[in-house]
């Protein structure tokens, strides 16, 4: 997928010469998100700064804990809701700029949408078919085209058998695949999920994500999960983790061919660099080094070192970027810093 390849290139440091604007190429692009939401006088930080880029055909889980601002951003890029600052585009509608006429349009033709409630998916005392139609009406499908796709998108997330059916009469797991065909009825570009497995056991939760999975297959709809069902996050290429309003790690999976000819998923976790250079350690990592308060980092051909600070060092030390450089480099440390400390070159200003 060209976003993952477009990661992987600017962890490498690669310029990237297919791209002349940011997120010109992406589906979802999200540069410096902010949502602050003010309660009683009080402020609270939903998004801080987050940076985001989904390619098209992606599918994608996104996990963090509870609080960590995962839907707040999925009703940004539902456009529900609205960005206190930053940027957040979604097949290159800038989502910022949109008059109410336009919004509705996106929310009815751009993205769809997949709620952990069923009673926020479907109407209760219409039948899957009725469910699936009616987006259509609303957007003026021709009555034929209407019935024609909702029967082939029942079929396609395997609940043809619930046609007739109104909602109660169907399982929990047939609702939210019925909750998916709607959300697709229109022909969205991207389709996003805020754990839509949440009120299912583990069987059922897997069919529906199944669901979603063909989806994004079949039709090339990009997809956009969140998720704590950790069987979901396992089993997608892509899975970001959010934390206090901002993405801190990815995991990228790729297929490779074992030994025994089975196809498995490796996975490589990765931090993320935002555009301002500021990458998040991983907490592990971090205290198993007992690191704090600053680092020393050294530039090597093709990684950067960190190390923990020096901790008593003598008051001054690492006053700039500099200091860190190497013992013995030519041409580098004391012997210039000398030089530029005293009144001039040896021989001159006389
Ligand atoms: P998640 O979906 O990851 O659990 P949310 O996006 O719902 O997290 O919430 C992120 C933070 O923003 C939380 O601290 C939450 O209390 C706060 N928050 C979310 N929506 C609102 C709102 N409408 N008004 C005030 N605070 C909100
Ligand atoms: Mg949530």
Same mark, same amino acid.
């Given at each position: 997928?060209?976003?993952?390849?477009?990661?992987?290139?600017?962890?490498?440091?690669?310029?990237?010469?297919?791209?002349?604007?940011?997120?010109?190429?992406?589906?979802?692009?999200?540069?410096?998100?902010?949502?602050?939401?003010?309660?009683?006088?009080?402020?609270?930080?939903?998004?801080?700064?987050?940076?985001?880029?989904?390619?098209?055909?992606?599918?994608?889980?996104?996990?963090?804990?509870?609080?960590?601002?995962?839907?707040?951003?999925?009703?940004?890029?539902?456009?529900?809701?609205?960005?206190?600052?930053?940027?957040?585009?979604?097949?290159?509608?800038?989502?910022?700029?949109?008059?109410?006429?336009?919004?509705?349009?996106?929310?009815?033709?751009?993205?769809?949408?997949?709620?952990?409630?069923?009673?926020?998916?479907?109407?209760?005392?219409?039948?899957?078919?009725?469910?699936?139609?009616?987006?259509?009406?609303?957007?003026?499908?021709?009555?034929?085209?209407?019935?024609?796709?909702?029967?082939?998108?029942?079929?396609?997330?395997?609940?043809?058998?619930?046609?007739?059916?109104?909602?109660?009469?169907?399982? *929990?797991?047939? !609702?939210?695949?019925?909750?998916?065909?709607? +959300? =697709?009825?229109? $022909?969205? /570009? %991207?389709? &996003?999920?805020? @754990?839509?497995?949440?009120?299912?056991?583990?069987?059922?939760?897997?069919?529906?994500?199944?669901?979603?999975?063909?989806?994004?297959?079949?039709?090339?709809?990009?997809?956009?999960?969140?998720?704590?069902?950790?069987?979901?996050?396992?089993?997608?290429?892509?899975?970001?983790?959010?934390?206090?309003?901002?993405?801190?790690?990815?995991?990228?999976?790729?297929?490779?061919?074992?030994?025994?000819?089975?196809?498995?998923?490796?996975?490589?976790?990765?931090?993320?660099?935002?555009?301002? *250079?500021?990458? !998040?350690?991983?907490?592990?990592?971090?205290? +198993? =080094?007992?690191? $704090?308060? /600053? %680092?020393? &980092?050294?530039? @090597?051909?093709?990684?950067?070192?960190?190390?923990?600070?020096?901790?008593?060092?003598?008051?001054?030390?690492?006053?700039?970027?500099?200091?860190?450089?190497?013992?013995?480099?030519?041409?580098?440390?004391?012997?210039?810093?000398?030089?530029?400390?005293?009144?001039?070159?040896?021989?001159?200003?006389?």
């Amino acid at each position: 997928m060209s976003a993952i390849d477009d990661l992987i290139r600017a962890r490498r440091g690669e310029p990237d010469r297919s791209r002349p604007e940011p997120g010109a190429q992406a589906m979802i692009f999200c540069d410096r998100l902010v949502r602050i939401f003010t309660v009683g006088g009080l402020e609270v930080q939903a998004l801080q700064g987050l940076d985001l880029v989904v390619g098209p055909g992606e599918l994608t889980a996104l996990v963090g804990a509870s609080g960590s601002g995962k839907s707040t951003l999925l009703g940004i890029l539902a456009a529900l809701d609205v960005p206190t600052g930053g940027q957040a585009i979604v097949d290159g509608l800038d989502l910022a700029s949109l008059r109410t006429a336009q919004r509705l349009a996106y929310r009815r033709a751009t993205v769809g949408f997949l709620w952990q409630q069923t009673s926020r998916n479907l109407f209760t005392h219409l039948t899957a078919a009725q469910n699936v139609t009616l987006p259509m009406r609303l957007a003026g499908v021709g009555r034929a085209e209407r019935q024609q796709r909702a029967a082939e998108l029942l079929e396609l997330m395997d609940v043809a058998d619930c046609r007739d059916q109104v909602v109660p009469e169907m399982s *929990g797991g047939q !609702q939210q695949r019925v909750a998916v065909a709607v +959300a =697709l009825a229109n $022909r969205p /570009r %991207v389709l &996003l999920a805020d @754990e839509p497995t949440g009120e299912l056991d583990t069987e059922t939760a897997a069919q529906v994500f199944e669901a979603m999975r063909t989806a994004n297959a079949e039709l090339g709809v990009t997809v956009l999960i969140v998720t704590h069902d950790r069987a979901v996050a396992q089993h997608v290429r892509r899975t970001i983790a959010i934390r206090d309003g901002r993405i801190s790690t990815e995991v990228l999976r790729r297929a490779e061919t074992a030994a025994d000819g089975r196809e498995e998923l490796v996975a490589q976790e990765y931090s993320v660099l935002d555009r301002a *250079g500021r990458l !998040q350690l991983p907490h592990e990592y971090v205290t +198993a =080094l007992g690191m $704090r308060d /600053r %680092v020393r &980092l050294e530039l @090597e051909p093709d990684h950067i070192g960190v190390w923990p600070g020096q901790e008593d060092g003598p008051p001054g030390a690492g006053d700039g970027p500099g200091q860190a450089a190497g013992p013995g480099e030519p041409g580098g440390g004391p012997d210039q810093a000398a030089a530029g400390a005293g009144d001039g070159e040896p021989g001159a200003g006389r």
